[in-house]
């Protein structure tokens, strides 16, 4: 069975303290990747998509990566509006989205 | 910026009833789709609709679920008899036939069946 898995589930930061978030996975037949960052009572916001191994995408303080078993989402010197639940998920299918638990980041100023 | 709008935020409901769920996609998006988020747990897929038809679903979207394009800009989603593990957050995505499936979320409609 195709999987999606996140650590760690919580993430608590100071203010400009970088760190890492991994999304690993177990695919068949992996179409793509993407990142998505929910705040609470929210719908996903889309981040990055990724497609092949070696790919690395960047917006602002955010850097995802890609492997051929799991991604990184580095987050630079945050701050805290970075503070959100950050949800990788995985389509293995035409369209279909197979999610992750998320990663709940918390930055504290 | 274009952005998907479901409505209503909010829906009680008694079990056994029928609700609708609604959802305006972007405007030049094709394909539509049902998540739901039950409190605590995933987003879960529940189904995919393009040209008129379902194109994929989940073992989730029985017989009790239905969705539709009534017309050339809202999509729905029908709960013909709720239950009370139906209670979710149920968002609406769209995405178009060129970004290679990347989905944009709608804001939710907070699903509670007592």
């Known amino acids: 069975e195709d999987q999606v898995t996140q650590s760690p589930e919580a993430l608590r930061l100071q203010e400009g303290e970088s760190s890492s978030l991994n999304c690993s996975y177990t695919?068949?037949?992996?179409?793509?990747l993407f990142w998505y960052r929910q705040d609470p009572g929210k719908g996903p916001e889309f981040l990055f998509t990724?497609?092949?191994a070696g790919e690395e995408k960047e917006k602002e303080r955010l850097k995802a990566t890609l492997t051929k078993k799991e991604s990184f989402l580095h987050i630079t010197a945050p701050k805290p509006e970075d503070s959100a639940t950050y949800l990788c998920?995985?389509?293995?299918?035409?369209?279909?989205?197979?999610f992750g638990s998320g990663t709940q980041l918390t930055v504290l100023p | 910026e274009p952005e998907v709008t479901q409505t209503p935020s909010h829906q009680v409901t008694q079990m056994g009833q029928e609700v609708i769920l609604r959802c305006v996609p972007i405007?030049?998006?094709?394909?539509f789709y049902w998540y739901r988020q039950i409190l605590g747990q995933k987003v879960e897929f529940l189904v995919s609709f393009y040209n008129n038809e379902i194109s994929e679903k989940s073992e989730i979207f029985d017989d009790q679920f239905s969705v539709e394009r009534p017309d050339g800009s809202n999509f729905t989603l029908k709960i013909r008899s709720t239950k009370l593990e139906d209670s979710a957050m149920y968002f609406c995505?769209?995405?178009?036939?060129?970004?290679?499936?990347?989905?944009?979320f709608g804001s939710g409609t907070q699903l509670s069946v007592l």
């Open positions: 695919v068949s037949g992996l179409r793509g």
């Open positions: 990724l497609y092949s």
């Open positions: 405007s030049n998006h094709l394909y």
């Open positions: 998920a995985v389509q293995f299918s035409a369209r279909q989205l197979t």
């Open positions: 995505a769209s995405s178009d036939l060129t970004g290679r499936g990347v989905l944009f």
